[in-house]
């Protein structure tokens, strides 16, 4: 079956430490996506990527980092910087355009700074 | 810019009762527009979309019709059930590549 995939499911993040999220696609889509979703609001835009080797900043870029490196995979950096990263992270992809702009979201990832 | 505004929250609603949430959305040119649900814990799924004027998007007894006078897409259904119950995100997409969310509806439905 066709894809998301995020890993892990639930991290523990002390204050301080860079700490990498994982996304991976099967689906063949070139464009990926991060968001951050925070209790009982919207989801906003952290980076995406429309081709491999590519990436744009989105409305919140301040305190991430990422790689597009493979088609297939969109790893996010929550670095130290950001200030207040406890939030749940959804990663989505999307297909060319005969797929009328749909995103395919992944099962997120739940952050937590102790 | 392009934005999304749906209608506040949180919903609840008695099972079988007709469930209306509200969005409208301000965008250039001529977007796609979406409605996504999300369950507790989950990511978000799509639910039914539309790509032009007049079009009806449906699923699982959720209807909505693209209106491009009031620039809007209400999410209906004329009978809920408990396993409704979740978030539901009205957005749209342009050529732009990025998708604008609202900001979501909560609905509870009771038995």
């Known amino acids: 079956d066709g894809g998301i995939t995020q890993s892990p499911k639930y991290l523990f993040r002390k204050e301080g430490q860079n700490v990498t999220l994982s996304c991976e696609q099967n689906?063949?889509?070139?464009?990926m996506y991060w968001y951050r979703q925070d209790p009982g609001q919207g989801l906003r835009l952290i980076y995406y990527s429309q081709i491999v080797n590519d990436f744009q900043k989105g409305d919140i870029a301040e305190g991430y980092s990422v790689s597009r490196e493979k088609k297939e995979s969109f790893p996010l950096t929550v670095t130290s910087a950001q200030k207040n990263p406890t939030a749940f992270y959804l990663c989505?992809?999307?297909?060319?355009?005969?797929?009328?702009?749909?995103?395919?979201f992944g099962p997120g990832t739940r952050l937590t700074v102790l | 810019g392009d934005s999304v505004t749906q209608m506040e929250g949180p919903v609840t609603l008695s099972e079988e009762a007709f469930l209306t949430i509200n969005c409208t959305y301000t965008a250039t040119g001529y977007p796609s527009l979406f409605w996504y649900v999300q369950y507790p814990g989950e990511g978000l799924q799509l639910l039914l979309k539309a790509t032009k004027a007049d079009d009806k998007g449906s699923n699982k007894g959720f209807e909505a019709t693209y209106r491009k006078e009031t620039t809007s897409f209400h999410l209906e259904k004329g009978s809920v059930q408990v396993s409704d119950s979740a978030v539901y995100f009205c957005?749209?997409?342009?050529?732009?590549?990025?998708?604008?969310f609202g900001d979501g509806t909560t609905l509870t439905v009771k038995p």
């Open positions: 989505a992809s999307r297909g060319k355009r005969g797929d009328l702009g749909t995103q395919y």
């Open positions: 957005a749209l997409n342009t050529n732009a590549g990025k998708s604008t």
């Open positions: 689906l063949n889509h070139d464009a």
